[in-house]
Nanobody, 119 residues
Framework: QVQLVESGGGLVQAGGSLRLSCAAS????????MGWFRRAPGKEREHVGA????????YYADSVKGRFTISRDNAKNTVYLQMNSLKPEDTAVYYC????????????WGQGTQVTVSS
């Protein structure tokens, strides 16, 4: 049974930084691409970014490019989202998700962690 557990969310002032972690279990982590998503109140879910199974390829939404960095440690079965220069519009629940290599869909999701950026 796949389990993804996010941590690291919280309240931060605009311009500050947070690092989210997502610990994975129940899967061969190195065979999965990992994604970060967010959902703000009243808005649709946004795909913030992703990292390939090897860590060799990343994707970022335009809204976070240059401010957020995704990394992974396959030895620790963990993916990270480093968020710098945070803005109030980054306030959302952040989710990590796993997609088995070769698949198009993220099948497994964490429970989410709240990030609130005050102005």
């Amino acid at each position: 049974q796949v389990q993804l557990v996010e941590s690291g969310g919280g309240l931060v002032q605009a311009g500050g930084s947070l690092r989210l972690s997502c610990a994975a279990s129940g899967l061969t982590f190195s065979s999965f691409d990992m994604g970060w998503f967010r959902r703000a109140p009243g808005k649709e879910r946004e795909h913030v970014g992703a990292i390939s199974w090897s860590g060799g390829s990343t994707y970022y939404a335009d809204s976070v490019k240059g401010r957020f960095t995704i990394s992974r440690d396959n030895a620790k079965n963990t993916v990270y989202l480093q968020m710098n220069s945070l803005k109030p519009e980054d306030t959302a629940v952040y989710y990590c998700a796993a997609r088995e290599r070769g698949n198009d869909v993220y099948d497994d999701w964490g429970q989410g962690t709240q990030v609130t950026v005050s102005s």
